[in-house]
């Protein structure tokens, strides 16, 4: 069983945050595992994405106390399970911590190892791509924990 799962994008607002919290809330609050995120070039101390967040709400998530906070080394060795959003993000993880390479998956790997692309200051649409994208992988690793 994973204990410390941690999910990586790159600014920390957008995909990463809503990963967190559906996967949080689609475990329930007896799984016992710690659910988190990170972003490789973080925008450290700011709070979701207003689009990203308005999504979440929409399906009944919430997410409004989350802080974005930059990835580093010991934030990926002390996790047991490393999800990201697209295969540069394992790349960058990997160089970062290379003893982390083994715990390292695309959020999409059961669905066929899509990147999830990065919605921000796109319209809409892209964020709703995204979420939906994001919502089947979290579906899809629920079978695995």
Same mark, same amino acid.
């Given at each position: 069983?994973?204990?410390?799962?941690?999910?990586?994008?790159? !600014?920390? =607002?957008?995909?990463?945050?809503?990963? #967190? *919290?559906?996967?949080?809330?689609?475990?329930?609050? !007896? %799984? !016992?595992?710690?659910v988190?995120?990170?972003?490789?070039?973080?925008?450290?101390g700011?709070?979701?994405?207003?689009?990203?967040?308005?999504?979440?709400? #929409?399906?009944?998530?919430? !997410?409004?106390?989350?802080?974005?906070?930059?990835?580093?080394?010991?934030?990926? @060795? @002390?996790?047991?399970? =490393?999800?990201?959003? #697209? /295969?540069?993000?394992?790349?960058? =993880? @990997? /160089?970062?911590?290379?003893?982390?390479?083994?715990?390292?998956?695309?959020?999409?790997?059961?669905?066929?190892? @899509?990147?999830?692309?990065?919605?921000?200051?796109? /319209?809409?649409?892209?964020?709703?791509?995204? *979420?939906?994208? =994001?919502?089947?992988?979290?579906?899809?690793w629920? %079978? *695995?924990?």
């Open positions: 069983m994973f204990q410390r799962i941690l999910i990586a994008c790159v !600014g920390n =607002i957008c995909r990463s945050p809503t990963a #967190e *919290y559906l996967l949080r809330d689609r475990l329930g609050p !007896g %799984h !016992g595992a710690t988190s995120s990170a972003g490789l070039s973080a925008m450290t700011h709070s979701m994405d207003s689009t990203a967040l308005a999504l979440l709400l #929409e399906h009944g998530v919430d !997410g409004e106390g989350h802080v974005a906070r930059q990835l580093d080394a010991h934030l990926l @060795r @002390r996790s047991d399970l =490393i999800l990201v959003m #697209e /295969r540069s993000h394992v790349d960058a =993880i @990997r /160089r970062m911590a290379p003893e982390a390479s083994g715990k390292v998956f695309l959020l999409d790997k059961w669905l066929g190892s @899509r990147d999830i692309p990065d919605p921000y200051r796109q /319209r809409r649409p892209a964020y709703e791509q995204a *979420y939906a994208l =994001i919502e089947q992988g979290v579906t899809s629920l %079978h *695995y924990l």
